[in-house]
């Protein structure tokens, strides 16, 4: 896999700096296949009220619900890369 982001990979990282207010970091620095969760340096850090705002972001720019109960939320969130392919899947764009 490439650590280049993809159109669509870019703009979903320029929307997590949004949504979360990430001042340290710019959307182009996010690496595609870096953990969003957890406290490895190589992840972003983020937590379980990052997730929902991630969700509710997700669900006004992208119309896609994601739900809390979904059991592959932990597959779905695991990257921006796997982030970013689970939302295209969703709505067809690319």
Do not use: C, W
């Not at 929307?15 to 490895?40: C, Q, R």
Request: proline share 3%.
């Amino acid at each position: 896999m490439s650590d280049t982001l993809s159109p669509a990979e870019l703009k979903m990282a320029q929307m997590l700096v949004e949504a979360l207010n990430l001042e340290d970091i710019a959307a182009e620095e996010i690496a595609p296949e870096a953990p969003l969760f957890g406290l490895d340096e190589d992840s972003l850090g983020l937590d379980s009220i990052d997730a929902l705002e991630i969700a509710q972001s997700i669900a006004q720019h992208y119309g896609v619900q994601l739900r809390a109960d979904d059991e592959n939320n932990k597959a779905i969130f695991r990257t921006l890369r796997s982030l970013t392919a689970h939302v295209v899947a969703e709505t067809g764009a690319g």
